[in-house]
């Protein structure tokens, strides 16, 4: 996974609650055996009507957020199936952060998995992110973002802060723990399967 | 001070913890199927690294197998793929596979129960929301995105932050228990509590209308947890629980020992506390039908669709998503609900498509037949469902009534295989999710019972399953 680094782009605002990740990647998508190549599919049955033209009045349609990597979303976002392939999706399309005033837990989790910034911020920040032309930087690293006007702290757990900062693998990591996890095993009560 | 039975199963399977932050988390059992784990055993290829033990992981084909013909060759070329990648990474890492031929195949939540790998006490995971479902055993079970199944694989933890306890107590007697079933107490309570009220959390459901219901009922109310937005959900285990999973096919052997340690240890402690709490009075509730395009747009089958305003009691937001609901699903504020003719009904999904549904789905289509205009289907939740319920007659009560009887698998639930909505069509459906497009682009879907999906589909809209004769 690549270093997050510091982001400066304007925001695509996306005006709307409870967006699920069948809306995210829809389910005829999710049949491909690789990671690369969902940008495509990024809200596809909102970005494309049945013809397959793109809808105009669909904000990802909109020219003058082509080179926006900053999502900016309503409440819950991500909710539903645990597909990664919303993840996936988000950043094949080019956003690196997903602003909003809760994420659902699972879409939550994946974005760190996959060098995505989830940002948690209360209503009416989010709400005034949603409106505003000018370009936004994310610093993570000072974990604020900084508007032509102000400064907006975030918080954000130091352990998953620093795996997007360093652009770790988790798993690696992990394995380090190898002795741990064969003493843990040795004591459980809970049989093999087979 | 006391704890919750989440927080003894959780401090149960903690490998590494630190001052802050995540703990590390064994997990007890991984399942696995073919649409969120291709990318995962790929990884492991790539660093060139092992799954740490295929004894605990168990493999089967769900989402997008068809439900007609088993020994036609799959069509979708695509879907083919993804079934055959499955095959050749449960051959080259060594994990048991539940395949389309077998007959222990069916959808991954109905099966591990069935079989017997669902332990209470136990962590389970698997790259599925609905994970959650084995949860009415007194497991921690919850659904991961693929990076963490790829995780499970090479080292069988999860790095974990901890959720908070959240008590959901459900209290009195239905009157009418074969007509207000479990998934109505849990359209209820997402209703109530909506689709984040449970965000951050893991649910315990307690009260008489939990300890009263059958383990069958009991998962379709953990099932339906992360709709509520909840990690996941659990009810303590009890007589029932131990009951259900003695003598089956991979049913530990020393499992009577493990019961009398389960016995004394899986509940929640009388002076721990819960960071949240929610009661649910069930005496008097009514069949449940959702009428817009999240769970927790829901109302009575004695109500009217409600208008934006109504719904949204003064919130912006919600009010702009309800119209928006309305206008996907071409429904005017007002309407009865039992105005509202569908064109499908589904009786399937790790939702509702146990023995004891279509056994009950079953009383309403007796001697009934299906309205001319509508479509209806049955996908049994797995082929071992499926033969039970032919062993019955079931499946002739059905077929004589003009329902479609499949093979196993998730089918229309999400219609990653042939079996979709055309766009526009209305269904009446038992599966979890009413999202846009779910079922099929266009098409709209209503939540419900089996009983009540059954009983559309014989009167060509909704009725209230109360008032039929199911003598």
Redesign the interface.
């Known amino acids: 996974m690549e270093p997050f680094k510091k982001i400066k782009t304007i925001v695509t605002p996306l005006?709307?609650?409870?967006v699920?990740t069948?809306?995210i990647v829809?389910?005829?998508f999710?049949?491909?055996?690789?990671?690369s190549g969902f940008g495509k599919f990024l809200f596809y049955?909102w970005r494309y009507d049945?013809d397959n033209h793109e809808k105009q009045d669909f904000v990802l349609n909109d020219k003058k957020y082509k080179n926006s990597k900053i999502l900016v979303a309503?409440?819950?976002f991500g909710?539903?199936?645990?597909?990664?392939?919303a993840?996936w999706a988000l950043q094949d399309y080019g956003f690196s952060v997903v602003i909003a005033p809760?994420f659902?837990?699972?879409f939550y989790?994946?974005c760190f998995?996959?060098g995505i910034l989830p940002i948690v911020l209360d209503e009416q920040t989010v709400e005034k992110l949603q409106h505003m032309h000018d370009e936004i930087e994310i610093d993570l690293e000072n974990q604020v973002i900084i508007t032509p006007e102000e400064q907006i702290p975030f918080s954000i757990?130091?352990?998953r802060k620093n795996i997007l900062l360093e652009g770790l693998?988790?798993?690696?990591q992990?394995?380090q723990?190898g002795d741990?996890?064969s003493k843990?095993?040795k004591q459980?009560?809970?049989?093999?399967?087979? | 001070m006391g704890k919750t039975l989440f927080e003894k199963i959780w401090d149960a399977h903690i490998?590494?913890e630190k001052q802050?932050?995540?703990s590390?988390i064994?997990i007890?059992?991984h399942l696995v199927h073919e649409?969120?784990s291709?990318?995962a055993f790929?990884?492991l290829r790539m660093?060139n690294?092992k799954v740490?033990?295929p004894?605990?992981?168990?493999a089967t084909m769900d989402?997008?197998v068809p439900t007609t013909n088993r020994r036609l060759p799959i069509l979708?070329q695509?879907?083919a793929?993804?079934i055959q990648?499955l095959a050749k990474n449960c051959k080259d890492f060594g994990i048991?596979l539940f395949d389309i031929a077998s007959p222990n195949q069916g959808i991954v939540h109905v099966i591990g129960p069935q079989l017997g790998?669902t332990?209470p006490?136990?962590t389970i995971v698997c790259?599925?929301?609905h994970t959650s479902t084995h949860g009415a055993f007194g497991a921690l079970a919850f659904?991961?995105?693929?990076?963490?199944v790829?995780?499970v694989l090479?080292?069988?933890?999860l790095?974990l932050?901890k959720?908070k306890p959240f008590e959901i107590r459900v209290e009195g007697k239905r009157k009418n228990p074969h007509a207000v079933t479990a998934k109505d107490i849990i359209l209820s309570i997402i209703k109530n509590i909506g689709?984040?009220g449970g965000?951050?959390t893991v649910v315990e459901y307690r009260g008489e209308g939990i300890t009263d219901l059958s383990m069958e009922q009991r998962m379709t109310i953990c099932n339906m947890s992360?709709e509520a937005?909840a990690?996941a959900g659990l009810i303590a285990p009890d007589e029932k629980t131990f009951d259900y999973l003695r003598g089956r096919k991979?049913t530990?052997?020393?499992y009577e020992s493990?019961v009398d340690?389960w016995r004394e240890t899986l509940k929640t402690d009388s002076d721990a506390t819960f960071e949240k709490k929610y009661v649910l009075h069930i005496d008097d509730i009514a069949p449940q039908v959702s009428w817009g395009t999240?769970p927790g747009m829901t109302c009575d089958v004695t109500d009217s669709v409600p208008s934006p305003d109504d719904y949204s009691k003064g919130d912006q937001?919600?009010k702009?998503?309800a119209q928006?609901a309305l206008e996907y699903m071409d429904l005017k504020p007002g309407t009865p609900i039992t105005d509202i003719k569908v064109d499908r009904v589904f009786i399937g999904s790790c939702t509702n498509a146990r023995l004891e549904d279509l056994i009950e789905a079953s009383k309403v289509v007796k001697n009934r037949k299906v309205s001319p205009h509508v479509r209806a289907m049955v996908v049994p939740g797995s082929q071992m469902v499926k033969q039970q319920a032919e062993e019955m007659g079931l499946d002739k009560i059905f077929i004589d009534a003009n329902f479609e009887w499949r093979e196993a698998g998730c089918s229309m639930c999400?219609?990653?295989n042939p079996d979709i909505l055309s766009?526009g069509e209305r269904c009446a459906s038992t599966s979890n999710?009413n999202?846009?497009?779910?079922q099929g682009?266009?098409g709209r879907t209503h939540l419900v019972s089996p009983v009540m999906a059954a009983a559309a589909a014989i009167e060509g809209h909704f009725v209230d399953v109360r008032e039929m004769d199911l003598s």
């Open positions: 005006d709307k609650v409870n699920d069948d809306q829809p389910k005829q999710l049949k491909l055996i690789q990671k049955n049945e309503g409440d819950n909710c539903g199936s645990s597909r990664e392939h993840v809760s659902a837990d699972i989790s994946n998995k996959n757990d130091a352990h693998d988790d798993i690696a992990t394995l723990f741990e996890i843990f095993e459980s009560k809970i049989p093999s399967v087979l | 490998v590494v802050s932050g995540p590390l064994y007890d059992r649409v969120t291709p990318q790929d990884g660093n690294r740490r033990r004894d605990l992981t168990v989402h997008n979708d695509t879907s793929i993804q990648t048991q790998i332990l006490g136990s790259g599925d929301s659904g991961i995105g693929t990076s963490e790829e995780h090479a080292s069988q933890t790095w932050e959720p689709t984040g965000t951050g992360i937005g990690r991979y530990p052997k020393n493990l340690y999240n937001n919600q702009k998503g928006k999400l219609g990653m766009p999710r999202f846009e497009g779910r682009t266009g």
